[in-house]
C-alpha cells in the first residue's frame, strides 16, 4: 500500500520552518563517516557549545575558566576532565544561572526530569534541541526499516505523555497523521490486557515502542494466558528502562520479531540505541564512562548546556567510544552489599523471575533499606509452589549478596510509579 502520509509530513515540516529534515539528513551523513572524522566532527560541536556556555552562561563562565577550559576565548580539550560534574543538586542550588542569558530568544520550552530519584528537576530545552532530538527519533526507526507513516503502535504511560485516554484534538490529529496508536500503560489490568491485545491484532502495526518494563509484563501475561499477538514486522523499541537479557529473550518469542532498546533520558534526549550493543548518537551527545558512571555532555540544547551531568546510570563504552556494550541500569537500582559490592537487578530478575519461580510468583519487587536487609514483596499466583521456591531464592540471594536478611512481603498488587514504569528493584540507601 503507498505510503501518502510520508510526503504530507515532509510537506508540513518545510512548511513550518523546521530544521528536522535537514538534521536528519546530516545524521544520515555522519553516520558513514569513518572513525577519526566523527570524532573531529563531535570536537567542534563540543567546543562550539564550552565557548558558548563561558560566554553566557554565568555558572560555567566561573567553571569553565577555573577548570581552565577556556583560555583567551579558545577551548582547550586537555583540561574538559577538570569541569566538574553537573548534578541535579547543583541545577537546582544555580536555578537560572545556568540558563543561558539569550535563551528566551531560543524558542525555550521547560521539561522535567522523569522523577526517579523522587526529585524531579526543571530543565529549559528550545527548538534546536528539540528538532535534533525528532531527527534522531526518526533515524532510529529508519535504521529498523520503519518509515515515516508506517503503522505504529506507543505502549506508553507518562501522565504528561498520555491524558489516561483523554487526548487532546491535536494529538488526535498528530496520531492519525503519523499512523499511530497509543495503549496507556497506566491500566495494566488483566482485562485491559486481553482489550490491549486485541487492539494489536486489529490494528497490525509494524512497529511498537514501549516502556520496557510494561512490555514485558504484558508480554508474561500473553505467555502465560497463551493469547494470540500479532508480530510487528520492524520490531519493538524498548525504552525508559534496562531492557535485561531475560527480558529480550521473552519479548523475541512472545513476539517473534526483532527487539530494540533506547537509551535516554527527559534531561538530555536519546543517547543510544540497538540491538546487543548500543550505538551512541554522538551527533546529539558527548558520552564519558567514568568508574562505570555514565555522564554525559549535550552537543545541541544552548539555552541550558548540560556539561558532564551525571545521569545516574551504570554502563560501560566499547573500545572505539561509540557504543555502549553493557547498560545495567540506574545506580539507584543496583543493590550495595556490606563489602561495597554492586548487585545488579539482573541477579534477581534472573533468579527470582526466572530460575525459581515455577509459576508461583507473578510479580515482584526487591528493596534495600539498609545493608544487611532485603525486602521483596511479592504477588503470588501459587502460595504452596511459592513456600517451596522461596527458600532457594533466599540461599542464591545470600550467595551473591553475603550475610544478609530477607523478608517477604505478600501483597494483593504492586504499583507502578507515578510515571507508569514498574521498579523491579530499589535501593533506598
Not at 534546536?128 to 533515524?139: D, F, G, Q, S, V
Not at 538530555?268 to 540505541?273: E, P
Not at 553493557?326 to 545506580?331: C, M
Request: proline share 3%; charged share 30%.
Amino acid at each position: 500500500m503507498m505510503n501518502w502520509r510520508k510526503p504530507i509530513i515532509y510537506s508540513l515540516l518545510y512548511l513550518s520552518g523546521s530544521n528536522i529534515l535537514g538534521y536528519l539528513d546530516e545524521i544520515k551523513k555522519i553516520e558513514n563517516y569513518p572513525e577519526e572524522k566523527i570524532r573531529r566532527y563531535q570536537e567542534r560541536k563540543l567546543k562550539k557549545i564550552l565557548l558558548h556556555a563561558c560566554k553566557n552562561v554565568p555558572y560555567y563562565r566561573k567553571t569553565l575558566k577555573k577548570a581552565e577550559v577556556v583560555k583567551n576565548s579558545r577551548i582547550d580539550l586537555e583540561n574538559f576532565e577538570n569541569i566538574p560534574f553537573l548534578t541535579k543538586n547543583i541545577i537546582r542550588k544555580q536555578g537560572k544561572n545556568i540558563y543561558s542569558k539569550d535563551y528566551r530568544k531560543r524558542k525555550p520550552y521547560e521539561n522535567t526530569s522523569g522523577g526517579s530519584t523522587g526529585e524531579p528537576v526543571r530543565f529549559i530545552q528550545d527548538k534546536r534541541y528539540n528538532e535534533w532530538n525528532i531527527a534522531n527519533k526518526l533515524w532510529i526507526k529508519l535504521k529498523a526499516g520503519q518509515d515515516i507513516g508506517d503503522k505504529e503502535l506507543r505502549f506508553w504511560g507518562s501522565e504528561r505523555d498520555l491524558l489516561e485516554g483523554k487526548e487532546s484534538l491535536k494529538i488526535r490529529l498528530r496520531n492519525w497523521l503519523y499512523n499511530r496508536k497509543e495503549l496507556n500503560t497506566f491500566k495494566m489490568s488483566k482485562e485491559d490486557m486481553v482489550s490491549y491485545a486485541d487492539e494489536i491484532n486489529s490494528y497490525g502495526p509494524a512497529w511498537i515502542e514501549a516502556y520496557v518494563q510494561s512490555i514485558y509484563e504484558f508480554a508474561k501475561f500473553i505467555k502465560k494466558k497463551n493469547l494470540k499477538i500479532h508480530s510487528p514486522e520492524n520490531g519493538i523499541l524498548t525504552s525508559a528502562g534496562t531492557l535485561y537479557p531475560d527480558m529480550r529473550k521473552l519479548l523475541e518469542e512472545v513476539f517473534r520479531c526483532k527487539v530494540y532498546n533506547r537509551y535516554g533520558s527527559r534531561e538530555v534526549g536519546d543517547m543510544a540505541c540497538g540491538e546487543d550493543s548500543l550505538r551512541l548518537s554522538f551527533w546529539n551527545h558527548f558520552i564519558e564512562v567514568i568508574n562505570r558512571k555514565i555522564y554525559v555532555t549535550g552537543l545541541n540544547n544552548y539555552s541550558m548546556p548540560t556539561i558532564r551531568y551525571d545521569m545516574g546510570d551504570i554502563g560501560k563504552l566499547d573500545a572505539d567510544g561509540f557504543n555502549l556494550s553493557k547498560l545495567e541500569g540506574r545506580e539507584m537500582s543496583m543493590l550495595r552489599t556490606n563489602s561495597g559490592k554492586l548487585i545488579p537487578p539482573e541477579f534477581f530478575i534472573h533468579f527470582i523471575g526466572v530460575v525459581y519461580n515455577n509459576n508461583s510468583i507473578e510479580k515482584f519487587q526487591v528493596i534495600q533499606n539498609s545493608s544487611g536487609n532485603i525486602k521483596i514483596k511479592v504477588k503470588l499466583m501459587d502460595r504452596n509452589q511459592f513456600e517451596k521456591d522461596k527458600d532457594k531464592i533466599e540461599e542464591a540471594i545470600k550467595l551473591e549478596m553475603g550475610r544478609c536478611n530477607v523478608y517477604w512481603d505478600i501483597m494483593d498488587d504492586i504499583s507502578a510509579t507515578h510515571n507508569g514504569k514498574y521498579e523491579y528493584v530499589r535501593r533506598e540507601i
